[in-house]
């Protein structure tokens, strides 16, 4: 295996909100990767409009950096635990990895899970402990947790002979500092840019021959090239319109590289050649999958095929078939939900969906409820009208008994709040395996959970900390099927009728509990406008007019007051639903109704049931 000079290809990968793509940015301005005259946005590698508005990264970005000589091709990547697939696929393009660590949280959940994943490809970890001018930074306790967790995880996974003695960097990504020596404000990132094209990490590992030979890990689209395939070269050299062969799952496929470029910047740069160890986009292929092997037709020899961990959440999805459906979207049937999907599957492999006896409803698997809630939003923004159902774990049987997937969940809350928190996690069957006190007002608790008892429970625990507790979780893994589950407390409120909901009915059902609806909107039989203070649904009239007589006037309509309604968020809706009820979903709007319409076939299905 022969070795690639000049070039240093890594990965930054973090816990989310531990400041990986601050770093990056940074690192960007102060390589001198920019025009001076360049209007250059904050969190410039968050470019999706969810990415900006959540605050988090998404999809895994790569960009590119010169300095002294070296390109740096660096991978920015998603922290949060659902989006892990981003995080597995992106480390088979890099030789090392920069782990951020937060000064004040310390190693949490994600950081583990992408640790671990690192490990196992044996690529070389620098740590850099970031905000560590944080009023509660705790730096060196911090790096004692990191090493108790390196620890740990060489005991359990493959190469034994692990080398754990890792360079630590101080920084501080939002005031563009780094130091390699001490927690001592710099000026610049110079320390920490000097360090990744040092001796530390090695340039790119690629094999031995002249044959071309790249394993797709990521797929793009450019409007004047169509799709493109993304992967490090392993081996050889590809130039402009050479003819390779594509080997995927089922058959091989010959193309001509239309196209080749790499990465410059924030952007990409075309060119006539490319040499291995590499990361590059090619065009020329009608329609590529991650995990396929691209060689020349001289030696074929597919790479092994990449692997991530499997979906642990399932969604139905249906084409809306509500008394609405066709008043907001664009695409509306079945061979449209099935071209989305097949879409959302291909560009990312922690994605699976499979069909089901009705024809109109698929299910699609993932990792979690937000990785799900991001693929939904982006299915309504293009103007796709469907139907949702409540989030439920995918269930294994292992030696003939039920197995469920777990997770290990983290709360950082203020230390007031560890009483209710505790109470629910339990009712959720999770068990509490360790507590200790973040300074002097917060608390961290660690538990083991069914991941099903997390479905539903993000809007409960920012209600019981007032907004203020984080939570985060990673998967461990398929354990012994925990029991029944108390299911959603309150019924609902159901729409007897169709019509246009008005003020006077509205304020007349507020003694029944809380409502999701504004006057003015329209409703339809079997709609579910809000939530019932006790465990029963009921259905209501919320369209009824008041009677008008020379004693009541409508006038007096005007001094009706309702309370403010909660925001009706995809991420709400998919938590508060039950069994029975479909979340619909149009570009303009959400609501929630019951999966069976009319109300006096309902009761059938009550009262067969109880039989």
Not at 64 to 77: G, H, V
Request: net charge negative.
């Amino acid at each position: 295996m022969t070795i690639a000079s000049n070039l240093r290809n890594i990965a930054v990968v973090a816990h989310v909100d531990h400041g990986k793509t601050t770093l990056v940015d940074c690192l960007l301005h102060q390589s001198g990767s920019f025009d001076e005259r360049s209007e250059i946005a904050e969190r410039v590698m968050d470019s999706g409009d969810q990415e900006r508005e959540r605050g988090i990264t998404i999809t895994a970005k790569n960009c590119a950096i010169e300095w002294k000589d070296m390109k740096i091709n660096l991978l920015d990547t998603p922290g949060h635990a659902d989006f892990g697939g981003e995080v597995e696929r992106g480390l088979v393009m890099v030789d090392g990895v920069l782990l951020l660590v937060d000064a004040a949280e310390g190693p949490l959940p994600q950081t583990r899970f992408v640790l671990t994943k690192a490990m196992e490809k044996n690529l070389k970890i620098a740590l850099i402990i970031n905000k560590v001018d944080r009023p509660d930074a705790r730096t060196e306790e911090v790096k004692s947790e990191v090493e108790d967790l390196l620890l740990d995880l060489a005991s359990m996974i493959e190469p034994e002979d692990f080398d754990l003695d890792i360079p630590i960097i101080y920084a501080s990504a939002k005031n563009g500092w780094a130091n390699s020596e001490s927690e001592e404000e710099k000026s610049d990132m110079n320390d920490l840019l000097n360090f990744i094209v040092g001796d530390y990490f090695p340039s790119p590992k690629i094999s031995d021959g002249n044959e071309f030979q790249l394993l797709v890990a990521n797929l793009g689209y450019s409007n004047y090239l169509g799709p493109q395939l993304i992967g490090r070269i392993q081996r050889g050299t590809l130039k402009k319109h050479q003819t390779v062969i594509c080997m995927g799952e089922e058959a091989q496929k010959s193309f001509k590289a239309t196209n080749i470029q790499v990465y410059s910047a924030l952007g990409t740069e075309e060119v006539d050649s490319v040499e291995a160890g590499e990361i590059v986009l090619i065009a020329g292929l009608e329609n590529p999958h991650i995990g396929d092997t691209i060689c020349d037709s001289s030696r074929l020899e597919a790479l092994e095929r990449l692997k991530v961990d499997p979906p642990t959440v399932g969604v139905h999805i249906s084409v809306n078939t509500s008394p609405f459906s066709g008043k907001d979207g664009e695409y509306l049937t079945s061979r449209k939900l099935e071209e989305f999907l097949e879409e959302a599957t291909k560009l990312n492999v922690a994605l699976a969906y499979e069909s089901t006896d009705d024809p109109k409803v698929y299910k699609l698997l993932g990792r979690g409820e937000l990785q799900l809630a991001v693929v939904f939003e982006d299915w309504r923004r293009r103007g796709f009208e469907f139907m949702i159902s409540r989030p439920e774990v995918v269930l294994k049987e292992i030696d003939g008994a039920k197995h469920e997937p777990f997770e290990n969940f983290v709360v950082d809350i203020p230390s007031d709040c560890t009483g209710a928190v505790t109470e629910k996690l339990a009712k959720r069957k999770g068990v509490m395996e360790a507590m200790q006190p973040i300074g002097d007002t917060r608390t961290r608790m660690e538990f083991t959970i069914p991941s099903r008892g997390l479905i539903g429970y993000r809007s409960t625990f920012l209600t019981d900390t007032r907004g203020e507790g984080l939570m985060s979780s990673e998967y461990l893994g398929y354990r012994p099927w925990m029991g029944q589950m108390l299911a959603r407390q309150n019924g609902s409120l159901i729409a007897d009728r169709n019509g246009k909901m008005t003020p006077y009915a509205l304020f007349n059902l507020l003694s029944s509990g809380e409502q999701f609806v504004k006057p003015g909107e329209n409703c339809y039989e079997g709609m579910v406008i809000g939530q019932n203070k006790k465990t029963n649904d009921i259905n209501v009239n919320a369209v009824r007019e008041k009677h008008l007589s020379s004693m009541r006037t409508a006038g007096k309509d005007e001094n009706i007051t309702l309370p403010p309604i909660r925001e009706r968020s995809l991420e709400w809706a998919m938590d508060w639903i039950d069994n029975d009820e479909w979340v619909e979903i149009t570009p303009k709007d959400i609501r929630i109704r019951k999966k069976i319409l009319l109300s006096n076939m309902r009761s059938v299905i009550r009262a067969d049931k109880k039989k």
